[in-house]
């Protein structure tokens, strides 16, 4: 079946060190999404990609980075210059970027906690 | 920029009962408007959508939502609620340059 893949699901960091969040889809969509997500605030947009090699800053990408190499995968590092990364990270991704009628295809998300 | 106001935090109603969820939406051209639902621990899963023609759209597990222009709403609807239903409730309207604006979400409680 195909379908998103996020690993792990929990993920716990030393302050200071850098992590990086898995993201693997079989849908062959071609845009994808990174969105965290903190009690009672929604969901806030990290970083998006519409094509392979390029991507875009969200409402929210100080302190991570990502990279699209292949159309597959598109991991997200939390470095240590977030200043409070403990949250809930979810990845998604819809066929085409435009036009915008096409829903998201979401993980299961990875819980990420600083320790 | 798009916005989307999900004025109910948390909505308590019994099993069997209807159920309405509201979302209001800001956007200035024609808005892409979705519903999904998520329990607690997981990713999101697609409820319905609206982009164009009849204003009332079905959706899985057996919801549907208005869409009303004059009104910036977009309402979530469920004739008989089932305890299964206990979830999160999330809005969200997508722009043509294919990003998503997410409400706060709603959180339903279904009484026994």
């Known amino acids: 079946d195909g379908g998103i893949t996020q690993s792990p699901k929990y993920l716990f960091r030393k302050e200071g060190q850098n992590v990086t969040l898995s993201c693997e889809q079989n849908?062959?969509?071609?845009?994808m999404y990174w969105y965290r997500q903190d009690p009672g605030q929604g969901l806030r947009l990290i970083y998006y990609?519409?094509?392979?090699?390029?991507?875009q800053k969200g409402d929210i990408a100080e302190g991570y980075s990502v990279s699209r190499e292949k159309k597959e995968s598109f991991p997200l590092t939390v470095t240590s210059a977030q200043k409070n990364p403990t949250a809930f990270y979810l990845c998604?991704?819809?066929?085409?970027?435009?036009?915008?009628?096409?829903?998201?295809?979401f993980g299961s998300g990875t819980r990420l906690t600083v320790v | 920029a798009q916005s989307v106001t999900q004025p109910d935090i948390h909505i308590t109603v019994s099993e069997g009962a209807s159920l309405e969820l509201r979302c209001n939406y800001s956007?200035?051209?024609?808005?892409?408007l979705f519903w999904y639902v998520q329990s607690p621990g997981q990713g999101l899963q697609l409820l319905l959508k609206?982009?164009?023609?009849?204003?009332l759209v079905q959706g899985i597990k057996g919801f549907e939502a208005e869409f009303k222009r004059s009104q910036s709403s977009f309402n979530l609807r469920k004739p008989s609620v089932h305890w299964s239903d206990a979830a999160e409730y999330f809005c969200?309207?997508?722009?043509?340059?294919?990003?998503?604006?997410f409400g706060d979400g709603t959180t339903l409680t279904v009484k026994p």
């Open positions: 998604a991704s819809s066929i085409s970027p435009r036009p915008g009628t096409q829903g998201y295809t």
């Open positions: 849908l062959n969509h071609d845009a």
């Open positions: 990609s519409q094509i392979v090699n390029d991507f």
């Open positions: 956007y200035g051209a024609t808005p892409y």
């Open positions: 609206y982009f164009s023609g009849d204003t």
């Open positions: 969200a309207v997508r722009t043509n340059a294919g990003k998503s604006t």
